[in-house]
Every structure is written in structure tokens, then in C-alpha cells.
């Protein structure tokens, strides 16, 4: 990509300051001047379309006049920016607003625990939450799942790079087959893949030589994003559910990627018609601001005072732009639009994957969908599908870039490119990306076939 000689001197300035754990500036070498709806702008005037979106927090995109206008009203009418974890009229509007969009079964007895700006703190805060409820100390968490970069929450994640070389991470911690159908740990693929993933559960929890002491918590993605973009089928989701509840264990949500509108419905659960005993939320639920917050079922509320805190948890604009957004969605029927522009790009994106062997398998729910790309030159597994192809996504990304579309990558070798674009974006909108990203494919196929 062509920088002029400015934008390489921040980007310079950026390498020499920031910290080498910087990740997105290596993807997307820009300097960003401002940003609108969908798109933004660099400091030379060229337009991009951002797919990435904060990584699903910009549900209503950049700068959406509810949200600027939800700023200026806190800073107009002098609300306290900050308030730790006491309580202001608009705390007890936002609290009132979240509880109001949960489903029967939660409801009626729900507890909020607001927590650090970050989903990691939230995930952390379910953990000691169940484990202070249970007694337990066991957590199942999934293959292939991720859960944040704290120590305890990488220690839940599946990805082994970035903890590879770190010790003691959370101890007691199990992993569980997740039922990804084209890259099927049993080896068998569609419908099976589920049923033999929910025997195995069923069966390991009641094993009396399974090796793993009695977990207090079984937490789980409905949709995994950095796994890329992989749905769990919603009847596997319901036999989680029955195992977990007739047992007594707690089933922990993270929502923080998937909630808020991002799959067709406020949560990403309601596709199952299932109601868990801990939700974690992050994200969108802050309307753009650092926001993050657990909710759980009463009866596990019986931590102390002080059992877990966080200096920001009382992020009054954080909850003004929250409350801003969830309404915005309620009232202006943003749901169906997720629905519709998700159709719109699963079906183009399935016609893109019959044209190019190299495109193996397209998935998602709502306007959470990756594309996962695939060496057609490889060996095939058993249910016949090419190894991943990182190399290959990576080269479609940056042709992305250069087109003017911003869409991260995930997935095992991340091979899978993945579109998260705000929840407002348009029909035209969409087709313009649907336009940009063909075009960067088969620019990237045709030059991967020459090589």
C-alpha cells in the first residue's frame, strides 16, 4: 500500500513509541483523520469502508448523531464523568433499560455487576462469580474460543500463540470440543458434529473417572469471533443448556462480540430460545465508550462487598451513549437490517465461494460472518476439505485495504477474513463492499495461481 511521506512519518513515529504488542497498525498501516456511519477517512482524504468497526463495539458506526448527541447532553447538564460504583439517575435508567430487554427467566431476579471497561474484566468477574457461588474451581471453555488477554481469560481461550510462552495462567481449566462443522473435531461434519459434541459433554460430566472435578461454570460463545466467525448449531445450544441445567452448573454467555444486535437479535442466545444463568456484555453495550458489565441470575449473588471492583465502572458517558444506543435499536428497527444485510452478504459471499476453490466455506448469523480461505494446491482432510490459508486471506485483506475496505482476519491460521460492519449499514452500502471485496479476491487468486 502507497503512503505518502507524512502518514509513514507517524507511522514511524507510532513503531517507535508504542509497544510491540501493537496489532491492528501491521493490517491497516493508516493514519485515520475522522470517521461517519460506515466509512473513514484518512489524513490523505482517501474513504474506507470499516467491516472491523472497534471489532463489533461501533454498533450504530462512528459518530452516530444519538451517540455524539448523548455526549453532549451528559457534558451539558454537568453529570459526573465519574462516579466509581455509586449511583446517578442516569446509572439507574441504563440498569432499567438492560433489564428490560432480557428474557423471561431472567428478568425477574437479575443482578448487574458493572466491571472494568474491558470484556476481559467482565469475563473475570463471571469466573469468580460462579466460582464464588458454587464452591468450585473447575471451568469448561471451548476449542477455539477466546475470552480476552488477561491471564485468567487467555488461560480460557483457545489460541495457543499468545500464551504458549506465559506461566501460571488459571489453573483448572478444561477444554471442550466446539462444534465446528467444516473443520469437525470428530471428523464426521453437518448435523453429526452437534450431537456427538453434546454426548461427549453430557458424558465427560457425569464420567466418574472424566479426571475433572465438578466445574463450576461452563463458558461458552454462541457465535466464536477470533475463531472465526463459527456458529454453534442452536439445538447443540439447547442440549448445552439442558446439560448444564440439570446438573446445576452455570452457563456463562460471553456475549461481548455477539450481543447487542450483532447476530439478529439483542442476544445472541435468543436464537436458541435459551435463557443462561450469567451474560457477559461488553462491546456494543457501551454505544461506542468503554463499557463493560455481567449480568446473572440473583440466586448466584452471593459474593461480598467489594468482591469484585474497578475504578472505571462508573463510566457515566460510557452509560449515557449505552442507553442512547439500545433504544436506538429497539425503536428504529435495526434488528431487521441486521437480518436483511446479512442475507444480502451470505448470499453474494456463497456465490463468490462457488466461483474460486480457494474460498472453502462462508458462515455466521446476522452481520457476523467470515469467509474462511483454503489451499485448494493442499491435501484434503477427511470430509474433503483443503487445509486453511493464511498467506492467501492475508494477501485478499490487503487488497481489501487498498480498495478502500477495512475486514480483519481470525480463525485457525487466520485464514478466515471477517465482516463485522456496523449494524446500520445500508443496502447500497453493503453491495459496494460485496463490490470491493470480489474484486480484491479474485486480484488475490489470480496472482496466487501465477506464483
Not at 191 to 213: N, P
Not at 414 to 423: E, G, I, Q, T, Y
Request: charged content about 20%; hydrophobic content about 40%; overall charge negative.
Amino acid at each position: 500500500m502507497l503512503t505518502t511521506r507524512a502518514d509513514e512519518a507517524y507511522l514511524q513515529l507510532q513503531s517507535e513509541r508504542e509497544s510491540n504488542a501493537r496489532s491492528y497498525p501491521r493490517r491497516f498501516p493508516i493514519i485515520i483523520d475522522k470517521a461517519v456511519g460506515v466509512t473513514i477517512t484518512d489524513t490523505e482524504g482517501k474513504t474506507y469502508y470499516d467491516c472491523l468497526a472497534g471489532a463489533g463495539t461501533l454498533a450504530l458506526g462512528h459518530n452516530h448523531e444519538v451517540v455524539v448527541n448523548a455526549i453532549e447532553d451528559v457534558l451539558k447538564r454537568q453529570i459526573p464523568l465519574h462516579t466509581l460504583d455509586l449511583a446517578t439517575p442516569l446509572k439507574l435508567d441504563f440498569m432499567q433499560e438492560i433489564v428490560s430487554l432480557l428474557p423471561a427467566g431472567l428478568r425477574e431476579n437479575a443482578k448487574i455487576q458493572f466491571c472494568g471497561p474491558t470484556g476481559a474484566d467482565g469475563v473475570e468477574a463471571a469466573i469468580k462469580l460462579v466460582k464464588t457461588a458454587t464452591g468450585g474451581k473447575s471451568i469448561l471453555a471451548f476449542q477455539g474460543g477466546y475470552h480476552g488477554s488477561t491471564q485468567a481469560t487467555m488461560a480460557m481461550s483457545g489460541n495457543l500463540s499468545k500464551k504458549e510462552h506465559l506461566q501460571s495462567l488459571l489453573p483448572d481449566i478444561h477444554f471442550l470440543p466446539f462444534p465446528y462443522e467444516y473443520r469437525c473435531p470428530f471428523g464426521v461434519g453437518g448435523e453429526r458434529t452437534a450431537e456427538i459434541s453434546a454426548f461427549y459433554i453430557e458424558h465427560l460430566l457425569d464420567d466418574c473417572e472424566s479426571g475433572i472435578a465438578r466445574p463450576c461454570g461452563v463458558i461458552v460463545e454462541t457465535v466464536q469471533g477470533e475463531g472465526g466467525a463459527v456458529p454453534a448449531s442452536l439445538e447443540w445450544l439447547r442440549q448445552l443448556r439442558r446439560i448444564t441445567a440439570e446438573r446445576g452448573i452455570p452457563l456463562i454467555i460471553d456475549e461481548v462480540q455477539t450481543g447487542i444486535g450483532r447476530t439478529g437479535t439483542m442476544f445472541s442466545f435468543e436464537h436458541a430460545g435459551i435463557v443462561p444463568d450469567v451474560i457477559v456484555l461488553s462491546k456494543a453495550i457501551g454505544g461506542s465508550l468503554p463499557m463493560s458489565l455481567i449480568v446473572y441470575k440473583g440466586e448466584l449473588d452471593q459474593w461480598k462487598p467489594g468482591a469484585h471492583t474497578g475504578t472505571f465502572r462508573g463510566n457515566q458517558l460510557g452509560m449515557a451513549t449505552g442507553l442512547a444506543t439500545l433504544r436506538y435499536i429497539r425503536e428504529n428497527g435495526v434488528l431487521d437490517n441486521v437480518k436483511e444485510r446479512g442475507m444480502q452478504l451470505m448470499d453474494a459471499l456463497h456465490l463468490i465461494r462457488d466461483e474460486f476453490s480457494e474460498i472453502g466455506d462462508v458462515r455466521g448469523r446476522g452481520l457476523m460472518i467470515g469467509v474462511e480461505v483454503v489451499d485448494p494446491r493442499g491435501n484434503q482432510d477427511n470430509l474433503g476439505h483443503y487445509p486453511p490459508n493464511g498467506q492467501l486471506a492475508a494477501a485478499i485483506q490487503e487488497r481489501c485495504l487498498q480498495g478502500g475496505l477495512i475486514v480483519e482476519t481470525g480463525g485457525r491460521h487466520s485464514a478466515v477474513l471477517r465482516f463485522l460492519p456496523p449494524l446500520t449499514i445500508t443496502q447500497r452500502e453493503t453491495a459496494e463492499v460485496l463490490t470491493i471485496f470480489r474484486r480484491a479476491v479474485t486480484e488475490a487468486v489470480i496472482a496466487s495461481r501465477k506464483a
